[in-house]
C-alpha cells in the first residue's frame, strides 16, 4: 500500500517529519503547503517535492492526498486539522493538539466522524527509552508521585511562539506538554482529578508564560509535577526527564535506571539498561522517524493512533486548567481546579 504525505508548514520540526517520511518505503512525499513562496520551494527542493500550496484548502480541491503532517503555528492546528479530517485525509497534528481543549475536542469529533486517523506528536512516548521505562515501569510498584521537567535553559523561542494570539500558551504549552504527556504515558493514561498551577512571564516581555509550575492529581492516586519554562536558569532534568516514586521502587528517565530497594535486607538493586548519559542527541531523529512509521502503520492496518485525539483533547484539558488555576489569586485551600 502506497501513502502519498503532505505537509504544512516548513520549518524545523516539519523538516525532521519529512526526513522521517522519506525513509519509509511506501511512502510518497507528493505536497507542501505555505505561504511564503521561498520557503516552500526550498523545502519542496530538499524532499523532492512537486506540488507547492500557499493554503491547505487549495491541495485538498485537488485531492490525490491520503495524510499530511501539520506543523503550523498553534493557531492553524483546528482549523488545518479539521479540514483535512473531513476531506478524509489522515492527519499528525503537532503538540500542542490546538489552542485550547473546545478547539481540541472539534478536532477529535472531527476524526470520529470521518473515520480518518488522527495523531497527535507526542513524540517522547516513541522514544527508546521512554519505551524501556515503560515496559518496566510496574516493578515499582503502584506510583505514588512524579516529577518532570520541560525546560529550556538560558534559551527561548521567539516569534510566534511569545505570542498568545498565535501560540495560545507559553512555555507551559511548547515545553511543559512534554513532561506532562511523557508521564502520563508512564502512568497508564490515567484520567485526571485536579489541576493546581503557577503561571508567570519573568524572563521575557510577552503576553505569554515562561515560567511554569503544575500539580496533577490523577484517578488512582498518584499526583504528577510538573515545570516547564523558557530561559530559565537551570532545570534539574532535560526535556521530558522524569522521576517516579512506587511503593517498591524509583524510577528515573534520563538518565534511565530502576532502583529497587529490598526493605528486609536493605540491600538496593539497581537495573540499568545502558543507554548513555547524557544522549548525544537529546531529540534524535530515530525517535520521530518511529513515530511516523506508526502513523503510517495505523493508516495501513486501520487503527486508532495512540496518542491520538482523545490523548490530546485530555492533555489540552489540563492545560486549560492549569492556566485557569493561574489566573486566581493565592488562597488558603484555593485555586485547584477540577477537571
Not at 506510583?143 to 510566534?160: A, D
Not at 508512564?186 to 524572563?203: M, N, T, W
Request: glycine share 10%; hydrophobic share 40%; proline share 6%.
Amino acid at each position: 500500500m502506497s501513502i502519498k504525505i503532505a505537509f504544512t508548514g516548513t520549518g524545523y520540526i516539519a523538516r525532521i517529519h519529512a526526513r522521517a517520511a522519506q525513509a519509509l518505503a511506501g511512502v510518497e512525499l507528493v505536497a507542501v503547503v505555505n505561504h511564503r513562496p521561498d520557503s516552500m520551494r526550498d523545502f519542496a527542493q530538499a524532499f523532492g517535492i512537486k506540488r507547492q500550496y500557499a493554503t491547505l484548502e487549495a491541495l485538498l480541491s485537488d485531492g490525490d492526498v491520503d495524510a499530511v503532517s501539520i506543523n503550523t503555528p498553534n493557531y492553524l492546528h483546528a482549523p488545518q486539522t479539521i479540514a483535512a479530517l473531513e476531506a478524509g485525509v489522515h492527519v499528525m497534528v503537532e503538540k500542542p493538539m490546538a489552542m485550547n481543549a473546545q478547539e481540541a475536542q472539534q478536532m477529535f469529533t472531527a476524526s470520529e466522524k470521518s473515520g480518518a486517523r488522527l495523531l497527535v506528536a507526542h513524540c517522547w512516548r516513541f522514544d527508546e527509552e521512554v519505551q524501556w521505562l515503560k515496559e518496566k515501569i510496574e516493578r515499582i510498584g503502584p506510583i505514588i508521585r512524579t516529577k518532570s521537567y520541560g525546560v529550556h535553559v538560558n534559551w527561548g523561542p521567539g516569534g510566534w511562539f511569545t505570542q498568545k494570539e498565535f501560540a495560545g500558551g507559553g512555555a507551559l504549552a511548547d515545553m511543559g506538554i512534554h513532561a506532562l504527556d511523557t508521564v502520563r504515558y508512564l502512568l497508564g493514561d490515567p484520567q485526571p482529578e485536579s489541576v493546581y498551577a503557577r503561571i508567570g512571564a519573568y524572563y521575557q516581555a510577552s503576553d505569554v508564560d515562561d515560567t511554569g509550575v503544575i500539580i496533577v492529581n490523577w484517578q488512582g492516586g498518584a499526583t504528577s509535577y510538573v515545570e516547564s519554562g523558557w530561559w530559565q536558569p537551570h532545570s534539574d532534568g532535560p526535556e521530558a526527564g522524569a522521576q517516579l516514586y512506587g511503593k517498591s521502587g524509583f524510577a528515573s528517565l534520563f538518565p534511565t535506571y530502576l532502583s529497587l530497594p529490598d526493605r528486609r535486607t536493605g540491600e538496593v538493586e539497581t537495573i540499568d539498561p545502558g543507554f548513555p548519559h547524557p544522549r548525544a542527541e537529546h531529540c534524535p531523529q530515530a525517535m520521530y522517524d518511529r513515530q511516523m512509521a506508526y502513523f503510517i502503520r495505523c493508516i495501513c492496518d486501520e487503527r486508532t493512533p495512540v496518542p491520538g485525539g482523545g490523548e490530546g483533547l485530555l492533555n489540552m484539558k489540563i492545560l486549560d486548567a492549569a492556566y485557569e488555576s493561574a489566573k486566581a489569586p493565592i488562597a488558603p485551600g484555593g485555586n485547584v481546579v477540577a477537571i
